[in-house]
Each structure stands twice: as C-alpha cells, then as structure tokens.
Nanobody, 118 residues
Framework: QVQLVESGGGVVQAGGSLRLSCAAS????????MGWFRQGPGKEREFVAT????????YYADSVKGRFTISRDNAKNTVYLQMNSLKSEDTAVYFC???????????WGQGTQVTVSS
C-alpha cells in the first residue's frame, strides 16, 4: 500500500551535518504519521522523530532533540531528517516508516547507512 525509499546517508565527521530524505508513494490514507528510526550494530531499533503529515506536528527522542529536525514537503511526497552536530553515537542504519493513526508503524523503507567518524 505504501512504499518508502530512503536516501542521503553517508559518512560525515563528528560535528558535521547530513540530510536524509524519504520518498513516499502509494498513500491511501489521509491521516498518518511519518517517522524516522535507527538501529546501530547489535542494538535494538530506536525511535528518532515523527511528523504528522497533514498538521506538521513533530516529536523527537531526547537523544536527538535540538540537533535533528524532521520536516515534510507535501508537494514532493517526501519527508526529511536534517541532522546537525552529529556524534559518533548517531552511527546507525536509519529507517523511514509510516503508520495510519493510531496504529503501529507498519510500513518501512530499506534503510540508509549513516556513519559518523571521530
């Protein structure tokens, strides 16, 4: 029903910035959230940020608040994650996800690798 494709990952030095993009297609519902999750090697997947598609309301994990910004461009059907002041602990595979409110996140992209070097 919903297809998500992430891009923009790469290698960046600590303190640098990176912007991730997630292109969405096949939307069939008007009320939904888009979110970013991440998973480091050998770690559990964790929540990063979410945005309501229609209202633009956002919510962030404490670990990234003040450094990351989630946004969307409705015309381009794309959600972004602007990551500033990157730290080595931000190194992970970042996944874009979608949920039909108030259900669980059930649609996932393939992930994009973000590596922060010291």
């Amino acid at each position: 029903q919903v297809q998500l494709v992430e891009s923009g990952g790469g290698v960046v030095q600590a303190g640098g910035s990176l912007r991730l993009s997630c292109a969405a297609s096949g939307r069939t519902f008007s009320s939904f959230d888009m979110g970013w999750f991440r998973q480091g090697p050998g770690k559990e997947r964790e929540f990063v940020a979410t945005i309501n598609w229609s209202s633009g309301n956002t919510y962030y994990a404490d670990s990234v608040k003040g450094r990351f910004t989630i946004s969307r461009d409705n015309a381009k059907n794309t959600v972004y994650l602007q990551m500033n002041s990157l730290k080595s602990e931000d190194t992970a595979v970042y996944f874009c996800a979608a949920r039909m409110i108030p259900r669980q996140y059930g649609y996932w992209g393939q992930g994009t690798q973000v590596t922060v070097s010291s």
